[in-house]
């Protein structure tokens, strides 16, 4: 036998193995100063390339006041209780009308946290007849939800419409003999590379095969469509999504999601989405605040033209430089690049340290290994000099990595780490 906590410090998981030479730069880096392009990082003033405040609302003055006027007037407990119980009221309810509306369905609901409610929403739509299929690159409240779940799931190649119906096939062959139905579900935009799923393809198949789509929306949401009612909207297949699941964390820059639907479905829902029903509901000042995000989403187009601005300016100034941004269709920019990890760190060390540029960066065993992931979230906040300074630092630090600087260099930063 084995004491779990033994194991627990032998083996301290696929990040956690990272902690000593990463925690404080890498891992739980700790940026400071008010929300926006520019930020403090370690003392200095940063390019801010890796929040989703998509809209630039995070620090909008607008924003700010009715966060703060709402904290005043109920405090951060009201209401009480789960939704059910004690915690429901007519502000709880506005916002998930005016939700429904804006991504045109029936009925929506609150969830308190987007991972959370979507591993409860799948949970709470299957039964163990039901068959599941899902986009392998998935995220993981997708992956942790289809955990839950005690009947047949299959997964098929990212984005591949052919092998998703492959695996429809299997999964009609198999819900046949259970009796069961089948529940497809993907990202309205897959976070990391940025392409959108291909939901006009996978709607299509509605026509031969029976299924209902889920769709996680938690990019697209505020950043696509004409509306910004997210990539249901911008491929023009919205009615055709049977769940429609946005968050609150990333346009909205709040916390909390929702999930929107035929009315049926979600009144169901409200019965059964365990993460809801054994939890406390959202506390006032996020619904208030929700609700002046939503109404300045709907409002104010100029926020989503000057993040499309910055997004076609930065994706195509790293394209006309040469480098390689992969197959993004969205907001998401991905820059990629060939080297080790330590290369990859010496490299974000020295973009942060030296040209003010913070990034996010990704490595193995997230993508394969050898490639370099850095992911950049263009705001509506950046300006064209973020640009120009960012696509700048970027040439020179692809010259170094080609170079063999970083690989000189990675002894060095591990030791500067305290290693
Ligand atoms: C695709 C996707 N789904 C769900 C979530 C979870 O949302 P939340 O941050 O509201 O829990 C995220 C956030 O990282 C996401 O990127």
Redesign the pocket.
Same mark, same amino acid.
């Given at each position: 036998m084995k004491d779990v906590f033994a194991r627990i410090i032998e083996n301290k998981g696929p990040l956690g193995k990272w902690a000593s030479q990463a925690e404080g730069y890498f891992i739980f880096p700790k940026l400071e100063g008010e929300l926006g392009n520019r930020m403090k990082f370690n003392g200095k003033e940063v390019i801010v390339w890796s929040i989703n405040d998509y809209l630039g609302l995070g620090n909008h003055p607008e924003i700010r006041k009715v966060d703060a006027d709402a904290a005043k007037e109920y405090g951060m407990a009201y209401p009480m209780g789960a939704r059910m119980m004690s915690g429901h009221t007519d502000l709880h309810e506005q916002l998930e009308q005016e939700l429904a509306e804006f991504v045109d369905k029936e009925s929506a609901y609150l969830l308190n946290? @987007?991972?959370?409610?979507?591993v409860s929403t799948i949970d709470a739509l299957v039964n163990k007849n039901d068959v599941i299929v899902y986009d392998v690159d998935a995220?993981a409240?997708?992956i942790d939800g289809v955990r839950l779940h005690m009947g047949k799931r299959f997964t098929y190649k990212h984005n591949d419409v052919e092998s998703l119906e492959k695996n429809l096939e299997r999964a009609t062959k198999m819900a046949d003999l259970t009796g069961g139905g089948i529940l497809v579900i993907t990202?309205g935009?897959f976070?990391m590379r940025g392409e959108q799923g291909k939901l006009k393809e996978i709607v299509a198949l509605k026509k031969k095969y029976d299924f209902r789509l889920f769709v996680?929306d938690?990019?697209g949401f505020g950043t696509l469509g004409k509306t910004g009612a997210g990539a249901g909207e911008e491929q023009g297949v919205q009615d055709q999504i049977d769940i429609y699941?946005g968050?609150?964390?990333?346009s909205m820059a709040s916390? @909390?999601?929702f999930i929107a639907g035929d009315k049926d479905i979600i009144q169901y829902l409200k019965y059964n989405l365990r993460s809801q029903m054994f939890a406390k509901s959202l506390p006032m000042p996020i619904v208030a605040g929700a609700l002046k995000r939503l109404d300045m989403l709907r409002s104010m187009p100029e926020l989503k033209n000057k993040l499309w601005e910055n997004v076609n300016a930065l994706q195509n100034g790293l394209k006309s430089r040469g480098f390689d941004i992969g197959t993004t269709q969205t907001c998401v920019t991905p820059v990629y690049l060939q080297g080790s990890i330590p290369e990859a760190m010496a490299l974000v060390k020295d973009l942060r340290e030296n040209y003010g540029v913070f990034c996010s960066i990704v490595v193995y065993p997230v993508i394969p290994k050898g490639l370099i992931l850095l992911r950049m979230i263009p705001t509506s906040r950046h300006t064209m000099q973020d640009i120009e300074e960012t696509l700048e630092a970027f040439s020179i630090i692809r010259d170094r990595l080609e170079n063999g600087t970083y690989k000189r260099l990675s002894a060095a930063v591990t030791e500067a780490m305290g290693e």
């Open positions: 946290f @987007g991972y959370q409610g979507m995220h409240c997708i990202e935009v976070g996680d938690a990019h699941f968050t609150f964390a990333k916390i @909390g999601a």
